[in-house]
């Protein structure tokens, strides 16, 4: 399903929609189009987490990162549950399994491999973790439990965004290629499929207000 579909869904069928859940999808569809345009990885990447962000996130609360993966974990779970065409599912197990098999096994998006280089954890408590991670994923996969891998990659993304985020990563550095590739492969192919089960279940409450409303100051 490309970006241009979901438009047109969106455009058609939006007068059905709350004013809260068009701003959501409207936010979503104006970064997912410009990640669509861009040339740039980097940016490309970026622009797509904050489509993700945009379709999931709700009303302001301070967070920390616990929190906020948390938070798309089981928006994640909602997602998958709703996914009834299983479009999401193939997607999942048809077409991106080895991209998702290399990013699970990529230590340098696995967040406590950082905080040992930082002198934050051990590096036989990393490993550990890295390792029952690993099996965490493999039994996923071998179940082919939709809701608990996309939760996975998406928290090796989520690491991936801090790093060119919080400056931790070089514009169009070499060291980061493979996985900015294979992540925004599946960002650019997943998030239309998530606003579109968004579309087709729109009045559900689960969605909630999204981030910042929209305030008309007078000029």
């Known amino acids: ?21 068009r701003l959501r999808l409207h936010r ?5 189009n410009r990640a669509d345009s861009s040339d740039d990885l980097d940016f490309r ?9 945009a379709a999931y996130a709700k009303e ?5 990162n616990t929190s906020e993966r ?17 479009k999401i ?3 999942v197990w048809q077409t991106f399994p080895s991209n998702i098999r290399l990013l699970l096994d990529n230590q340098f998006i696995f967040q406590p491999f950082w905080d040992f280089h930082n002198g934050q954890l ?41 790093q060119i985020v919080h400056g931790g990563a070089t514009h169009s ?11 925004s492969a599946i960002l650019s192919r997943i998030i239309p499929l998530i606003l579109m089960t968004m579309m087709q279940h729109h009045d559900r409450k689960d969605w909630g207000q999204p981030f910042y409303p929209v305030i008309n100051s007078a000029t």
Not at 45 to 53: D, K, P, Q, T, V
């Open 60 to 64: 302001f609360k301070l967070r920390t």
């Open 70 to 86: 948390s938070d798309f974990s089981l928006f994640l779970q909602l997602i998958a549950q709703l996914d009834s065409d299983q």
């Open 45 to 53: 990447f970026i622009s797509l987490w904050i489509a993700f962000n």
């Open 28 to 32: 979503s569809l104006s970064w997912l």
């Open 173 to 183: 550095s070499q060291v980061n290629r493979s996985q900015l590739v294979d992540g």
């Open 89 to 91: 599912y193939n997607l």
């Open 122 to 162: 051990s590096e036989s408590a990393w490993k550990e973790e890295f390792a029952q991670a690993k099996q965490r994923a493999h039994q996923a996969l071998a179940s082919k439990a939709t809701d608990t891998i996309l939760s996975i990659v998406f928290e090796r993304l989520y690491t991936l965004r801090n």
């Open 1 to 21: 399903m490309d970006v241009q579909t979901v438009q047109t869904y969106f455009r058609n069928n939006r007068q059905e929609f709350s004013e809260d859940f």
